[in-house]
């Protein structure tokens, strides 16, 4: 099968910005990464943002954009067509020459349990923007299944693992604003599911204690003592004991519904990252074996705290980072869209039962053209 250029695009849910990376893929294979670039919201984007997380509790129609929610959705097409169009320039690369985009939008709301997702960004206008084919809404087919809509990444973290490791157990591991997992041992479908808070809270308490968007390198939390029996209490949720496939909202333990403690900000940082590092580790008796390796992506991976702390609480195994590994540890959610919209261009199922539980392999993705 020939191989397609394809543009993925990802604003995940720590609301840093706007990814961005080509690949050549024929949805299978990986055959070559591209140029990447990247847009920061600014902290103006980001408030309009936050304000459509917060009014979008209240949606029941998935269609509806009321008040920041539609402010949200304009934000979040021209944003994304602005990173591509960046992307295209800096790097003399012809519009004409890309045959599809991967849009994932930015997620508002995702409650799978009532058959509700919403990522806000109107695909039809930002592939008349471009010129380009665009791919967007991922999630809603695997919902609409039943499944649970998320997480996405992971028949590219299989591809890419199969090209670049091999068949042993591998878990690729992305701290975004959740975390999840996916699980690679050379079988026929990947294992995966969200394993609870990434960055989301470590960043919110920095937020709301400091004014910082995100405890740098994870400085603050080097210097704290994590709450042992806070950690406990909140792994009592059933979330955690929950075999895959499952996925989570990125409030779903917002400090609201946790009930933080007054912490130090040392504490506090320390408390809450070593809360995600347990929450992975929560994962895996419930993989189909115990990995051999983690391959870490996303925002947490630049934590060196964080880092630190998953190397020794998932030891024998080997935790790196993606970029150590020969994958791109910022870049890997945008070039995942890229090759799912090359499945989706060609029917291929993007979610299965062992990663969404959808009933059986499913397409997803609504093709836009200009």
Same mark, same amino acid.
């Given at each position: 099968?020939?191989?397609?250029?394809?543009?993925?695009?990802?604003?995940?849910?720590?609301?840093?910005?706007?990814?961005?990376?080509?690949?050549?893929?024929?949805?299978?294979?990986?055959?070559?990464?591209?140029?990447?670039?990247?847009?920061?919201?600014?902290?103006?984007?980001?408030?309009?943002?936050?304000?459509?997380?917060?009014?979008?509790?209240?949606?029941?129609?998935?269609?509806?954009?009321?008040?920041?929610?539609?402010?949200?959705?304009?934000?979040?097409?021209?944003?994304?067509?602005?990173?591509?169009?960046?992307?295209?320039?800096?790097?003399?690369?012809?519009?004409? #020459?890309?045959?599809?985009?991967?849009?994932?939008?930015?997620?508002?709301?995702?409650?799978?349990?009532? $058959?509700?997702?919403?990522?806000?960004?109107?695909?039809?206008?930002?592939?008349?923007?471009?010129?380009?084919?665009?791919?967007?809404?991922?999630?809603?087919?695997?919902?609409?299944?039943?499944?649970?809509?998320? *997480?996405?990444?992971?028949?590219?973290?299989?591809?890419?693992?199969?090209?670049?490791?091999?068949?042993?157990?591998?878990?690729?591991?992305?701290?975004?604003?959740?975390?999840?997992?996916?699980?690679?041992?050379?079988?026929?479908?990947?294992?995966?599911?969200?394993?609870?808070?990434?960055?989301?809270?470590?960043?919110?308490?920095?937020?709301?204690?400091?004014?910082?968007?995100?405890?740098?390198?994870?400085?603050?939390?080097?210097?704290?003592?994590?709450? $042992?029996?806070?950690?406990?209490?909140?792994?009592?949720?059933?979330?955690?004991?929950?075999?895959?496939?499952?996925?989570?909202?990125?409030?779903?333990?917002?400090?609201?519904?946790?009930?933080?403690?007054?912490?130090?900000?040392?504490?506090?940082?320390?408390?809450?990252?070593?809360?995600?590092?347990?929450?992975?580790?929560?994962?895996? *008796?419930?993989?189909? #074996?115990?990995?051999?390796?983690?391959?870490?992506?996303?925002?947490?991976?630049?934590?060196?705290?964080?880092? $630190?702390?998953?190397?020794?609480?998932?030891?024998?195994?080997?935790?790196?980072?993606?970029?150590?590994?020969?994958?791109?540890?910022?870049?890997?959610?945008?070039?995942?869209?890229?090759?799912?919209?090359?499945?989706?261009?060609?029917?291929?199922?993007?979610?299965?039962?062992?990663?969404?539980?959808?009933? $059986?392999?499913?397409?997803?993705?609504?093709?836009?053209?200009?």
């Amino acid at each position: 099968m020939q191989a397609v250029r394809a543009i993925g695009l990802m604003s995940g849910t720590s609301l840093d910005g706007v990814d961005a990376a080509m690949i050549e893929t024929d949805g299978e294979r990986i055959f070559r990464f591209g140029p990447t670039g990247y847009r920061p919201y600014r902290d103006d984007e980001r408030t309009v943002l936050r304000q459509a997380l917060a009014e979008a509790v209240a949606l029941t129609d998935r269609t509806s954009r009321p008040g920041a929610i539609g402010q949200a959705e304009e934000l979040t097409t021209r944003t994304h067509a602005e990173v591509v169009e960046r992307l295209l320039a800096e790097n003399g690369i012809v519009p004409g #020459s890309i045959d599809v985009i991967g849009f994932h939008g930015q997620t508002v709301i995702h409650r799978p349990q009532d $058959k509700l997702t919403v990522q806000v960004g109107d695909g039809p206008a930002l592939a008349k923007r471009l010129g380009i084919a665009v791919v967007h809404d991922f999630r809603a087919a695997d919902v609409a299944a039943g499944g649970q809509g998320a *997480p996405l990444v992971p028949v590219f973290h299989w591809a890419i693992v199969d090209t670049m490791v091999g068949p042993h157990a591998v878990a690729v591991l992305n701290i975004g604003g959740v975390a999840n997992v996916t699980f690679v041992d050379g079988g026929p479908d990947p294992v995966a599911c969200d394993t609870g808070p990434g960055n989301a809270l470590i960043d919110d308490f920095m937020r709301a204690r400091t004014g910082a968007a995100y405890d740098d390198n994870g400085d603050a939390a080097a210097t704290g003592t994590p709450d $042992k029996a806070f950690i406990a209490r909140l792994l009592e949720h059933p979330f955690f004991d929950r075999p895959p496939p499952k996925s989570l909202d990125r409030n779903a333990f917002a400090f609201a519904n946790i009930g933080l403690p007054e912490y130090s900000v040392a504490d506090g940082a320390a408390t809450l990252s070593a809360l995600t590092v347990e929450a992975v580790a929560r994962i895996v *008796p419930h993989l189909p #074996s115990i990995p051999r390796a983690w391959i870490v992506a996303g925002g947490g991976a630049r934590n060196a705290t964080l880092m $630190k702390m998953l190397a020794a609480r998932l030891a024998p195994a080997t935790v790196e980072t993606a970029d150590h590994a020969g994958f791109s540890a910022d870049a890997l959610e945008a070039q995942a869209f890229a090759f799912l919209a090359a499945r989706s261009m060609r029917g291929l199922p993007i979610t299965f039962p062992t990663t969404s539980g959808a009933p $059986k392999p499913l397409q997803g993705g609504v093709v836009a053209r200009p």
